[in-house]
């Protein structure tokens, strides 16, 4: 049954209390649906410096969510600092939230217009069919599909993302569309809409002495000084990419994870020691695709850095908007900028990224 | 473009503009008053073309090439997004580049695109700018009909 969503008595007569009620139905839901399954599955993890807790109604969901955190896993013992409660309807007798959106609008990001509330946060992902609610006060997470088995490998890829956004985001850390490798001397931040060589630089660097955070999400904190943060261990190859990195090949041929054309790969498998969980960011590089054979840095402006990292993030992101644009602002004027323009010749990549942590460290 | 009044070379209004094309859409925003803009198909080939440093006469010269239609509106619809663009602060007049329009190749395409006006569309929050039409079509628990999504986030 679906509830107008100014069906509201006089104590609701806000939205932010409206959303309220929403979410603690959402939560009922969730327990019913824990109760219909007769399971429950915890997972804890640290994710920059906080402990965040997956509670999973039944095992459909699990596999899928878990796997690209699975380096993070900690023992569950700690009280969490946040908790995401998991589900989905097919498994557990369709114990879904009634959603009270019809007739108000949802964007193509998932924003739900109807949410004025600063307290709970919520999207619907219409293409995966999955609905994410916060309650900011309270620390706790929902993430709900229709049915696990309907899930797009992407959410397998970075999953959770949206909550981890809206969460991290009031602790100073941004999620943002952006690769990140480096090493003892601090790291660079790759920036760019999908295609522009993010994962390929990124993945290039596995065989050199430079670490690797990200290929395609990272959080990033621009203060007290410009860091990057590590939270999955995926990585995503196109076929271009897979060309010019051939080493990759038979990984990404036993992969069944695809999202669009790419191949997941979880890089714990063979490149645990690779992962870093953080780095200090010493510049931003923009990678784009030439036709030269070796790779080179040209100097870029802060805005070109800030356009190529926040429009792509913030079109992916519910709510996102002038708070993010304003951080990653910050992060961009702390640091140079360059276009990384890239060759055909992988293995010189490292080397030019070693030599702009070498100088700007020097300076 | 032969009126004398109409400036034959704009830039970006750097440092207050950031943009990005994604998937044939440029997304521009004004970082001075916070206001998003998109500008779709045409719109988003004249912003890359100005973004490149093309003169307005090339870039007329490349939607010609390029689009079927009337060459005399796509000259007036041309005119009036470079308008807008400079009404918006998205761009300003530039009298002092040396453009240099060999470096950019445009050839008349044998199978043209039919041409639709370039609109410029102005939001003032980032989800009015991505906001899909209402939903209609939910099933019993209020759900939405499953969009044809694609496996991509």
């Known amino acids: ?363 | 473009m032969s009126d004398i009044s109409f400036p034959p070379h704009f830039r970006v209004n750097h440092p207050h503009i950031i943009h990005e094309i994604i998937e044939g859409e440029a997304i521009l925003i004004n970082l001075e008053t916070g206001s998003y803009y998109s500008t779709d198909q045409v719109g988003a080939v004249v912003w890359d073309w100005l973004e490149k440093g093309a003169s307005v006469a090339h870039i007329l010269k490349h939607i010609t090439n390029t689009y079927a239609g009337d060459t005399r509106e796509m000259e007036t619809s041309l005119r009036a997004l470079l308008r807008q663009f400079q009404d918006e602060r998205l761009i300003i007049a530039d009298d002092s580049a040396a453009k240099n329009d060999a470096a950019f190749q445009s050839r008349s395409s044998s199978e043209k695109i039919p041409f639709v006006a370039p609109v410029l569309r102005k939001y003032t929050e980032m989800e009015d700018l991505l906001l899909l039409d209402p939903i209609h079509d939910v099933d019993a628990t209020g759900w939405p009909q499953r969009a044809a999504g694609s496996n991509s986030p």
Not at chain 1, 49 to 68: K, M, N, Y
Not at chain 1, 196 to 203: I, N, P
């Open chain 1, 1 to 363: 049954m679906t509830r107008a969503w100014n069906e509201t008595a006089e104590e609701n007569r806000d939205g932010a209390t409206d959303a309220v009620v929403f979410f603690q139905d959402a939560q009922r839901a969730y327990s019913n649906a824990e109760r219909a399954a007769n399971a429950r599955f915890v997972f804890q993890y640290r994710v920059a410096d906080f402990v965040i807790q997956l509670a999973f109604a039944g095992d459909a969901l699990a596999p899928r969510l878990t796997r690209a955190l699975q380096h993070l896993t900690l023992s569950p013992h700690t009280i969490p600092d946040l908790e995401i409660l998991v589900w989905d309807g097919a498994t557990t007798a369709m114990n879904l939230p009634a959603l009270p959106f019809t007739g108000s609008m949802v964007a193509r990001r998932g924003d739900v217009k109807a949410f004025a509330s600063t307290r709970i946060r919520a999207a619907m992902d219409r293409s995966a069919d999955t609905l994410s609610l916060l309650d900011v006060k309270k620390n706790c997470g929902l993430f709900c599909t229709r049915d696990a088995r309907a899930l797009p490998d992407y959410e397998t890829a970075a999953p959770l993302k949206t909550i981890l956004y809206w969460w991290l985001r009031e602790r100073g850390l941004f999620l943002v569309h952006a690769g990140a490798v480096g090493n003892d001397k601090g790291g660079v931040l790759l920036a760019g809409k999908g295609g522009s060589g993010k994962s390929t630089t990124a993945l290039a660097c596995l065989d050199s002495d430079l670490n690797y955070v990200s290929d395609d999400y990272c959080l990033v904190a621009a203060d007290p000084t410009p860091r990057a943060f590590n939270v999955y261990n995926s990585a995503k190859l196109t076929p271009t990419s897979l060309n010019l990195l051939p080493q990759f090949s038979s990984r990404a041929a036993s992969s069944t994870l695809r999202v669009e054309e790419k191949r997941i790969l979880f890089l714990d498998e063979t490149f645990a020691s690779k992962i870093a969980r953080s780095l200090s960011l010493r510049a931003i590089l923009l990678p784009r695709v030439t036709a030269r054979r070796t790779p080179r840095l040209i100097p870029a402006s802060s805005n070109a850095a800030l356009g190529a990292l926040a429009i792509s993030t913030m079109m992916q992101l519910p709510d996102a908007g002038a708070e993010t644009l304003r951080a990653l602002e910050r992060l961009t004027k702390q640091l140079p900028c360059y276009i990384l323009e890239l060759g055909s010749d992988m293995t010189k990549i490292p080397r030019v990224i070693q030599e702009i942590l070498i100088e700007t460290v020097d300076h």
